[in-house]
Protein backbone atom coordinates (compact mmCIF):
# COMPACT_ATOMS: atom_id res chain seq x y z
CA UNK A 1 0.00 0.00 0.00
CA UNK A 2 1.26 3.38 -0.82
CA UNK A 3 2.19 5.53 2.10
CA UNK A 4 -0.07 8.45 0.28
CA UNK A 5 -2.95 5.89 0.84
CA UNK A 6 -2.19 4.74 4.15
CA UNK A 7 -2.27 8.55 5.19
CA UNK A 8 -5.55 9.10 3.80
CA UNK A 9 -6.83 5.44 5.77
CA UNK A 10 -5.64 6.77 8.61
CA UNK A 11 -7.04 9.97 8.78
CA UNK A 12 -10.08 8.36 7.93
CA UNK A 13 -10.12 6.33 10.56
CA UNK A 14 -9.13 8.86 12.87
CA UNK A 15 -12.32 10.85 12.09
CA UNK A 16 -14.49 7.83 12.05
CA UNK A 17 -13.52 6.90 16.02
CA UNK A 18 -14.39 10.64 16.59
CA UNK A 19 -17.55 10.57 15.49
CA UNK A 20 -18.37 7.24 17.22
CA UNK A 21 -17.22 8.74 20.17
CA UNK A 22 -19.32 11.75 19.51
CA UNK A 23 -22.17 9.40 18.84
CA UNK A 24 -21.61 7.61 21.80
CA UNK A 25 -22.17 10.91 23.98
CA UNK A 26 -25.38 12.16 21.87
CA UNK A 27 -26.59 8.06 22.30
CA UNK A 28 -26.11 8.11 26.16
CA UNK A 29 -27.57 12.02 26.50
CA UNK A 30 -30.46 11.03 24.55
CA UNK A 31 -31.59 8.07 26.42
CA UNK A 32 -30.86 9.45 29.90
CA UNK A 33 -33.68 12.38 29.15
CA UNK A 34 -37.06 11.63 30.60
CA UNK A 35 -39.10 11.44 27.43
CA UNK A 36 -36.51 10.61 24.29
CA UNK A 37 -37.56 9.92 21.01
CA UNK A 38 -37.52 6.59 20.68
CA UNK A 39 -37.07 6.72 16.32
CA UNK A 40 -34.18 9.48 16.67
CA UNK A 41 -32.65 6.96 19.66
CA UNK A 42 -32.88 3.86 16.82
CA UNK A 43 -30.94 6.42 14.20
CA UNK A 44 -28.04 7.25 15.85
CA UNK A 45 -27.44 3.74 16.80
CA UNK A 46 -27.65 2.72 13.77
CA UNK A 47 -25.11 5.24 12.52
CA UNK A 48 -22.96 4.45 15.41
CA UNK A 49 -23.33 0.82 14.10
CA UNK A 50 -22.45 1.60 10.69
CA UNK A 51 -19.56 3.33 11.60
CA UNK A 52 -18.04 0.78 14.00
CA UNK A 53 -18.41 -1.63 11.01
CA UNK A 54 -16.08 0.79 8.93
CA UNK A 55 -13.74 1.41 11.35
CA UNK A 56 -13.06 -2.53 11.47
CA UNK A 57 -13.19 -2.23 7.65
CA UNK A 58 -10.20 0.12 7.32
CA UNK A 59 -8.51 -1.56 10.55
CA UNK A 60 -8.39 -4.79 8.93
CA UNK A 61 -6.85 -2.84 5.56
CA UNK A 62 -4.44 -0.86 8.10
CA UNK A 63 -3.47 -3.30 10.01
CA UNK A 64 -3.91 -7.09 8.43
CA UNK A 65 -4.12 -10.08 10.30
CA UNK A 66 -0.69 -12.39 9.53
CA UNK A 67 -0.85 -15.87 10.07
CA UNK A 68 2.53 -16.73 10.86
Do not use: G
Not at 14 to 40: F, G, K, M, S
Amino acid sequence: MAPMDTEALRTELAQLRQEHRDLDVAVEALAATANHDVLQLQRLKKRKLMIKDRISALEDQLFPDIIA
